[in-house]
Structure formats: C-alpha cells, structure tokens
C-alpha cells in the first residue's frame, strides 16, 4: 500500500481538517505524508489549526484503519484511487484552487488525462436541448475530446450518451461510486464502463447524494476541462455554478443561445452576457480549444460538423416553406395556419411528417424546431 495515497485517506477521514486547509497544508509541506509527520507546528500556523493538528497525532491509528478499510473495499470492487501527488493524477485539475485530495475511480483512468469538454445543462432539458447536446458531444467526441459531465438527468445524459457514439466520456459523480443516483442512469453507469469510459468521484464509498455534494462535484466537472459548454439553464442552477467555477479557473466558457421565451435560455443568456463564447457548432469549440488537438484539420472540421450538427436534409418545398413560416421560436397552430395560409388538414400532415423525421417537436401544443 502506497504511504503517500493511504495519508492522503487517513487526512480525508479527518473531519477537524477542512479539505481547504489539507490542500493549503499539502501545498505548504510538499506531501500528505509529512503532514502526518509534523511534531514541530510553525508558529505562523493560526491556533485553531495548530489545535486540530495537534489532536491529529492522537487518532492517527483509528484514521490508519479506516484508510485501510476503504483501500480494501476498492481492491474488492474494481476501483482505483489517484491522490494529489500521484503521477497519474490529472494535471489540469491540479491546478484549481481546492483540488480533491483523493480522485476514487472506475474504468480507464488513462482519460483523466487527454483533453475534455464539459457539457451540462438543465435536467428538464426541452426536446431541441437533449438533441444539442448529443449531437455536439458526438461531434467533439469524434475530434478526439473526452466529454465530461456529472451523469445527472436531461442534458448531462445525453452528452454521455452522445460521447459514446463516436468517443469516449466521464462521468463526475456527487455521491460516493456504489451509490447510482440518478437510479435512472444505473443502465447509463454501466454502458460508459462497458464502452471503456471512466466513472469518478472525490466522496467515500457510501456516500449519499446530499445536496452539498453537487457545486463540489461541479468544480471537478470545470476542473477536468479545459472549457465547459452549457446547453440550457434556468437562470438559478447547477449549471451555472459550474460555469462560475470554469470561470474562475480561467477555462473557457461556451454558451448556446436560444429562444427569449424559453426559461431555460435564461441562464445561457445571462453567461453571454457575462462574456461566454457564443456557440451554434461544434467547429465554434475545436476552433477555440483547437490548439490541444493540433492534428485536426480543418477540412475534415467543416465535414464532419455538417453531417453531425445541420443533419438538414433537403425537404420538399412545402415542408421548407413551412419552416421558415416557424421561426425558431415556439408556435401554436394557430399562427401557423394565419402564417401559411395552408388548409388546417394539409398543415397537419406537414408538421406530422417533419415530427417523424426528428424535424420539429410538438410539446404541449407548441412546434418547435429542432434543426
């Protein structure tokens, strides 16, 4: 058993020590070993601080126990555990200001390390949000991003499940690895392990999905990446908190615009607003984070991002006139018959057809597009 990673745990365990002040400690000392080892306190270290390390020397056997309690319990179940100062570590997430002291991890941890994307979003995502989504996490997925997200319902969902189309993903999860939530993704958690992704997350094994839990898990989101891309957002939301974090960590924030009448376009406008780039493909990204990838060419970009994201095929010229006549905004059939002036029959066999083509969608008596 490594010494550095079990006094990583045994400091985890130890609830008198902030995970702030573990990193601020581990920065100052050099290594989560010397903490453990330090009989000698600076005198510069402020008094309560120098109390709980104080008392850290009398439990370092009951924390020595319980670090090899959960070291056993990942050998049992296929998990891996990356400490701060392990090599294999992701370098990027170093980097923040309050790194996890300890990464748990299942599946191929190689991916920790390539360059990712962070996609997320509401959990109510509209039909146009969902398709977005997957469609932007197969596209940069195929360019050769690992696409990042935290495995909770709507957009996050759909950006693994898009990633896996053509790539690879990983999922950050806010509860500890034998703890599914949502329980809706259990097929979800297995199929990104089956197809090679890697699933992680900085909370012990048994750990519940309190709602603490989820701005710590989105700073790991951010963190791994080198941007995040938010497809929908209320204004007030966990999205948007991870896009603070990405913010805050200098990475690059990409924003999709939609409609004004759309609650969940509120917060994706408000980050514009606050100087996220605008995105409508998935080129508007490699472009920007392009230089990681520095084989991309961009003929092979301009290709690849008309077949994926405008899957536009051409449409009889009723069915494209009938779309001008949409818009992009939501529409009642009312409008659309005042609009195109078509028989109400001739209209409704229309919009049925390009719903069954994946064209449009209907949600509550409203047509919207979809491409």
């Avoid at 891996?80 to 990464?103: A, N, R």
């Avoid at 409008?335 to 049925?352: D, F, G, H, K, W």
């Avoid at 969608?361 to 979809?370: D, E, F, I, M």
């Amino acid at each position: 058993m490594d010494r550095e990673s079990k006094a990583a745990l045994m400091l985890h365990f130890y609830k008198e020590l902030s995970p702030s002040e573990v990193i601020k400690l581990y920065r100052d000392v050099g290594s989560f070993t010397d903490i453990l080892a330090m009989d000698t306190l600076p005198e510069s270290l402020p008094p309560k601080l120098r109390q709980s390390l104080g008392r850290l020397n009398q439990q370092q056997d009951i924390l020595s126990a319980q670090a090899e309690a959960i070291m056993d319990w990942c050998q049992k179940n296929a998990v891996q555990w990356l400490c701060l100062s392990d090599s294999s570590y992701p370098s990027l997430l170093k980097e923040i200001s309050i790194p996890p002291s300890v990464l748990f991890v299942r599946g191929n941890t190689d991916l920790l390390c390539l360059p990712q994307v962070a996609i997320v979003g509401s959990r109510n995502a509209t039909v146009s949000g969902l398709n977005t989504a997957f469609d932007f996490a197969k596209m940069l997925a195929s360019r050769g991003f690992v696409i990042t997200s935290g495995m909770a319902l709507g957009i996050d969902g759909a950006a693994h499940n898009g990633a896996l189309e053509t790539g690879q993903t990983v999922a950050v999860m806010g509860t500890g690895l034998d703890v599914l939530y949502p329980k809706q993704h259990c097929e979800l958690y297995q199929k990104i392990l089956n197809y090679g992704g890697t699933v992680i997350s900085e909370f012990m094994p048994g750990t519940p999905p309190l709602p603490a839990n989820f701005p710590r898990r989105n700073r790991i989101i951010s963190g791994l990446s080198l941007g995040t891309m938010v497809v929908e957002a209320a204004i007030r939301s966990g999205s948007l908190i991870t896009a603070k974090y990405a913010m805050e960590q200098s990475r690059e924030v990409f924003a999709i615009p939609g409609s004004i009448h759309n609650a969940m376009s509120k917060g994706t406008h408000a980050l514009l607003k606050q100087g996220a780039t605008l995105v409508e493909s998935g080129h508007d990204i490699v472009e920007q984070l392009g230089g990681m990838l520095a084989y991309l060419e961009a003929e092979t970009l301009e290709s690849s991002v008309s077949q994926v994201l405008d899957k536009r095929t051409d449409q009889p010229s009723g069915q494209q006139e009938l779309l001008q006549a949409m818009g992009f905004d939501p529409v009642d059939i009312d409008t659309l018959v005042s609009r195109t002036e078509l028989p109400i029959a001739q209209l409704n066999r229309q919009l049925m057809e390009l719903e069954l083509d994946g064209v449009i969608a209907n949600q509550n008596g409203l047509y919207g597009r979809l491409k």
